[in-house]
């Protein structure tokens, strides 16, 4: 079964940091450009952060020196680290695969573009 699996976040208090994990089962990483994704309650879903293929990466301007997204292939994982987290960073984060690998500029927040999806994980910032 193909599947890619979100850990980590929870509550984090205003200022501080979390990294989340995005682990995927039944394929290789390596080849898929990995994208971070958020919705809040209320609002559509936006794009946070990608990591290409080549390991690329993209954030959205919100979010820029804050977070940080990297992978670890050998343990099949992409993480997106996030520090000086903000009440409005709460939200619902989601994971996703794209098989193209490669994704430039506005095209990474592309939702139709990923294949695989996680089933989502809260973060929720607040003291």
């Known amino acids: 079964q193909l599947q890619l699996v979100e850990s980590g976040g929870g509550l984090v208090q205003p200022g501080g940091s979390t990294t989340l994990s995005c682990t995927a089962s039944g394929f290789k990483l390596d080849y898929y450009a990995i994208g971070w994704f958020r919705q809040s309650p209320g609002s559509e879903r936006e794009g946070v952060s990608c990591?290409?293929?080549?390991?690329?990466?993209h954030y959205r301007d919100s979010v820029k020196d804050r977070f940080a997204i990297f992978r670890d292939n050998a343990k099949n994982t992409v993480y997106l680290k996030m520090n000086s987290l903000k009440p409005e960073d709460t939200a619902e984060y989601f994971c996703?695969?794209?098989?193209?690998?490669?994704?430039?500029?506005?095209?990474?927040?592309?939702?139709?573009?990923?294949?695989?999806w996680g089933q989502g994980i809260q973060v929720t910032v607040s003291s």
């Open positions: 990591i290409n293929r080549d390991g690329s990466t």
């Open positions: 996703a695969a794209d098989g193209d690998g490669m994704r430039y500029d506005l095209g990474w927040k592309n939702e139709n573009f990923y294949e695989f």
